[in-house]
């Protein structure tokens, strides 16, 4: 038996998607391969994914980024949630917190105590049980493993400049051996009889052979979509938005720790609060809205002064029926685009390059582990897909048509099914591999006025009376721990001149 020699891994794109791959890749696959990043000063990225969920934590972690360096190099800003304002009508807000909903009771829910205690008319609103949920609305904030004992740790993510992320991660790939190659991609060469890519032909009469090349080419999808054919499925009769606007603003205070998303006539706008700016955009549906309408909406909401123009990007939303074809893996908007509505764009690309690392071919002719990898990464996005849907279709904004449409229109059998379960009896059942939990289900289902009929057997023998204490008990101790943390900016300068500090002690 032979020992497989060094492959040639070239990833065509930089941005976020390519220079999480080209920094992951260096990481793990050390002496395994020589890897080449193309990319060309002159082609922009789209650069708006600025709002994480917690799954960015294992990536960062993987790659040893300590959390003060990274809060600095990027800008960054803690997240505990999404404020969701006028989805399900105009005056109406919600927030889906990370982490748990209240507290369990055996084997039964938080879920099916509260909706037993809104049957008795002795729950509050579903929020002032998520301790996340109350620390966003007091803007506090504290870190997983930092908190003092009396104080439940809040699950967190991070706001942070997209277009520092790809640079921080830069210095990391190329210190680890990975080459950039400033140029422009003409052409693409495959081999005649496998048809796998075999070269890229770049300006400036150069050529660059690879083993198995990563696509990181925006919408273009240039290797994946043009070379190789992968069809598109488009996912907009679900999803119906198709262009956005983006423009960040100055920084308004106080510095919330969490993405607000308000509902606008025909799509909704983004506000994504970082340390030294505000980042904003407007994501809106063009057969509703005028690209001019959808500007002056942007810019008469802003918190501050705009920091340039509203740069205009135009998209379709769905996927490439397959994510890895030949000797061929499309990463980002080169595999597909789902607005960044639940903040997944980065978690699509991190969580592919999970799987892609343990799945790695030893050679292209491989096509069980493609096939694996492709109905893994169909089923993780059809299933964001549904949440995505669940927050337009659930919405009560009457007489505005596109809202009206969302409404009305023919839903997938998998949402269906979950919205039908919940009517029933309040049920959520998390699929095998879901990234959104029982928890996120149900935050964004009562959120948007779903009303159960029902709720669990388990919960009919509790008493009331006691039901109702523990719930007010419950909230009361969530309220009074948020005010016991410190404010989000300055946990913020905390972890930064604490880490720092230490960095300063331990060189000593």
Known sequence: MNAPSTQHIVIAGGGSAGWMAAAALSRFLGGAATITLIESDMIGTVGVGEATIPQIHHFNNALGIPEAEFLRETNASFKLGIEFVGWREEGHGYIHGFGLLGRAVGILPFRDLWLKGRFDGTADELGVYNFNDVAARADRMIGLGH????????????????TLYAAYLRKMAEARGVTRLNAVIQSVERDADSGDISALVLDGDRRVEGDFFIDCTGFRSVLLGETLGVPFDDWSHWLPCNRALAVPCERADPLHPYTRSTARQAGWQWRIPLQHRTGNGHVYCADYLSDDEATSILLDNLDGKPLGDPRPIKFTTGRRKEAWSHNCLALGLAAGFMEPLESTSLHLIQTAISRFLKMMPSSNSEQKVRDAFNRQIA???????????????????????????????????????????????????????????????????????????????????????????????????????????????????????????????GAR
Request: charged content about 25%.
């Open 379 to 505: 089923m993780e996005w059809q299933q964001i897909r549904d949440f995505l849907i669940l927050h337009y279709t659930v919405n009560q904004r009457e007489g505005q048509p596109f809202w009206d449409y969302c409404r009305s229109m023919t839903l997938p059998d998998s949402l269906v099914e979950k919205i039908g379960m919940f009517e029933e009896s309040g049920a959520v059942v998390k699929d095998d591999g879901e990234l959104f939990t029982e928890e996120g289900w149900t935050q964004v289902m009562v959120g948007q006025g779903l009303e159960p009929r029902s709720y669990s057997p388990l919960a009919r023998g509790i008493d009331g009376k006691e039901l109702g204490l523990f719930l007010s008990s419950l909230a009361e101790s969530y309220r009074q721990r948020a005010a016991t943390l410190p404010t989000h900016e300055q946990w913020i300068e905390h972890v930064q001149s604490g880490r720092a500090a230490a960095a300063v002690k």
């Open 147 to 162: 908190s003092p004992s009396s104080v439940r740790d809040l699950v967190y993510a991070y706001h942070f400049d997209a």
